[in-house]
């Protein structure tokens, strides 16, 4: 059944948007969610947190005249209740049959799309480099991605297709923090966003680096990528694969190991840390924060077997072992690390970011200071589910398959599972 299918509820419902809720949970309020969705879906993926109580009631259970008492047993009627589903066509149905039942509830805008859809950015304090670096969070799917700005110019790591608008707005907002930039910029506000980088071909979500180069902003993808076959610039010409793909690659510029782009006064360097993928690059920003993409997080490291699967995923975690030990963890102990993912055993730092420096999580991290073979059995033993969608993904991203904004958005919902743990490896 459609949204549009749902009959217009008699009762008058109130509606809550997603910013609210997400900040009514940030605010450590007990949010009690009923979700209307299918029980597989639900299962899939739901708004959760420590002060959250979620319920799943699926929709059709309240499509009867005369609610069965078990349904209704299983809501609470001593507090408010936000009605949720994938949309919000069925939320709206279901909230307004139970306020002419008496219940206390609202529903939620959008339902799981309008959640999908909320992106916050926030500043990373404890970066010491030039210009200011912002940290992009979508609670839904755990995605994180940087914007750093300075002197009037800035760069995006880890773009979303879904946030286009977003980053460009964003930049046409922003003020440098250099008076003499201020100066500059006292008739022509904003910065001018230059760059747009890739760490990897990500298997979770729908680069925006394709879309932000359309706009006119230097898409940037690792060199050491180009091997998987990236034919996203594809002009419909009738070349060979393979010279498709070169031709295609260097409609883009290329990050090799060492190659850097400045930002103002900034720089930011192109580390190779392949492990998770062969083409996996981080970014060293100003010596301060490197941003790992999915390489290494504050809570766990790389799952290896999204590129090679099962067979291959033994020597890509040896690999992604070199990485972590020759690569990142030889950086000084204050050096920042930002992934591009965070889980729910994330626990952000006092900013509010997920960033944490090095020497920290060596501390708290043992699989950081494991041998190879240890290292290798622990990523390998507790892998979760491959993210949803994953191929159909991965292949997007390559440029092997188009699809319109909407079926773009609507392939990355649900958990991010690029971790090689199902829960934090820190403190373990």
Request: glycine share 8%; hydrophobic share 35%; net charge negative.
């Amino acid at each position: 059944m459609n949204a549009e299918d749902f009959p217009t509820p008699d009762a008058d419902v109130a509606s809550v948007a997603p910013e609210t809720l997400k900040d009514r949970i940030d605010d450590g309020e007990s949010v009690t969610l009923l979700d209307a969705r299918m029980s597989t879906e639900y299962e899939k993926w739901h708004v959760d947190g420590e002060n959250v109580t979620s319920i799943n009631v699926p929709y059709f259970e309240f499509l009867d005249d005369e609610i069965d008492e078990s349904v209704l047993d299983r809501i609470p009627d001593d507090r408010e209740v936000t009605v949720l589903c994938a949309k919000g066509g069925a939320s709206e149905y279901v909230a307004g049959t139970l306020v002419e039942q008496g219940y206390d509830v609202d529903h939620l805008e959008d339902g799981m799309n309008g959640w999908a859809s909320i992106y916050e950015a926030v500043e990373v304090q404890r970066y010491d480099g030039a210009g200011t670096l912002l940290q992009y969070q979508r609670p839904s799917t755990g995605c994180l991605g940087y914007l750093l700005y300075d002197d009037g110019e800035a760069a995006v790591i880890d773009p979303l297709r879904a946030f286009t608008d977003r980053y460009l707005a964003d930049a046409a907002e922003l003020r440098s923090a250099s008076p003499a930039s201020q100066a500059r910029q006292d008739e022509d506000f904003g910065v001018d966003l230059q760059y747009a980088l890739d760490t990897h071909v990500h298997a979770d979500h729908i680069s925006g680096v394709r879309a932000l180069d359309d706009e006119g902003v230097e898409g940037v993808i690792p060199e050491a990528a180009v091997d998987r076959g990236v034919t996203y610039a594809a002009d419909g010409s009738s070349a060979s694969p393979a010279s498709q793909a070169r031709q295609d690659a260097d409609a883009l510029t290329t990050a090799a190991d060492g190659d850097t782009f400045q930002v103002g006064d900034a720089t930011i360097e192109a580390v190779h840390t392949p492990g998770h993928t062969t083409g996996m690059t981080s970014y060293l920003i100003d010596d301060s924060l490197l941003a790992t993409g999915d390489g290494l997080f504050i809570e766990s490291v790389a799952r290896p077997d999204l590129e090679e699967g099962d067979d291959g995923a033994p020597d890509a975690a040896r690999t992604l072992y070199e990485s972590l030990q020759e690569r990142v963890l030889t950086l000084p102990d204050d050096t920042l690390i930002g992934g591009a993912h965070f889980s729910d055993a994330a626990e952000p730092a006092d900013d509010g970011t997920y960033t944490a420096p090095i020497g920290e999580l060596v501390a708290e991290m043992d699989a950081l200071t494991m041998d190879e073979e240890a290292f290798v059995d622990l990523i390998l033993s507790d892998m979760p589910p491959r993210p949803a969608n994953y191929e159909e993904i991965i292949a997007t991203n390559l440029g092997q398959n188009a699809v319109d904004d909407e079926k773009a958005f609507t392939l990355e919902l649900g958990p991010n599972n690029c971790a090689a743990s199902q829960g934090s490896l820190a403190d373990d």
